[in-house]
């Protein structure tokens, strides 16, 4: 029963998020090799794997992933993709949207959720040679 005890907290220790910003999403599915950079440290992803401002998703040559974030956008990424949450504030009560998010490789398709919708200029998307104020509802980047 200790080792249960003992093994819950460490587990809640590792993935709650203690001193770090809300969640912002998780990840819907995963399929290959992806794995998610926090802090320095690599974790291999899992449905159900809550997404937090500055992670960084990297699938692997043969990964996909799907991103679910709290205002209902959907992100899926390709094969050897790196994507990082810069930034992700969904408050609708205090009406804070935004979402800046980075892309530094790989190949990604956006569905708008209600950032988008209710707040366009709060959403923007970086790459290594660009700066993107998101407009529409539904896009496909494709770096290489």
Same mark, same amino acid.
């Given at each position: 029963?200790?080792?249960?005890?003992?093994?819950?907290?460490?587990?809640?220790?590792?993935?709650?998020?203690?001193?770090?910003?809300? $969640?912002?999403?998780?990840?819907?599915?995963?399929?290959?090799?992806?794995?998610?950079?926090?802090?320095?440290?690599?974790?291999?992803?899992?449905?159900? $794997?809550?997404?937090?401002?500055?992670?960084?998703?990297?699938?692997?040559?043969?990964?996909?992933?799907?991103?679910?974030?709290?205002?209902?956008?959907?992100?899926?990424?390709?094969?050897?993709?790196? $994507?990082?949450?810069?930034?992700?504030?969904?408050?609708?009560?205090?009406?804070?949207?935004?979402?800046? $998010?980075?892309?530094?490789?790989?190949?990604?398709?956006?569905?708008?959720?209600?950032?988008?919708?209710?707040?366009?200029?709060?959403?923007?998307?970086?790459?290594?040679?660009?700066?993107?104020?998101?407009?529409?509802?539904?896009?496909?980047?494709?770096?290489?």
């Amino acid at each position: 029963m200790k080792h249960i005890w003992l093994f819950t907290m460490l587990f809640f220790l590792l993935f709650s998020g203690v001193g770090q910003a809300q $969640f912002a999403g998780m990840i819907q599915s995963v399929s290959g090799k992806v794995d998610i950079l926090r802090q320095s440290n690599l974790y291999p992803a899992w449905k159900g $794997f809550r997404l937090m401002d500055k992670d960084i998703v990297i699938t692997g040559p043969e990964g996909f992933a799907g991103l679910l974030f709290n205002d209902d956008t959907v992100i899926t990424l390709g094969p050897e993709s790196e $994507f990082k949450i810069d930034t992700y504030i969904f408050e609708p009560q205090d009406q804070a949207y935004y979402f800046r $998010f980075y892309m530094e490789k790989g190949s990604m398709i956006y569905n708008s959720g209600q950032i988008g919708k209710l707040s366009p200029q709060s959403v923007h998307l970086a790459t290594p040679s660009a700066m993107v104020g998101i407009r529409g509802t539904r896009f496909i980047v494709d770096l290489k």
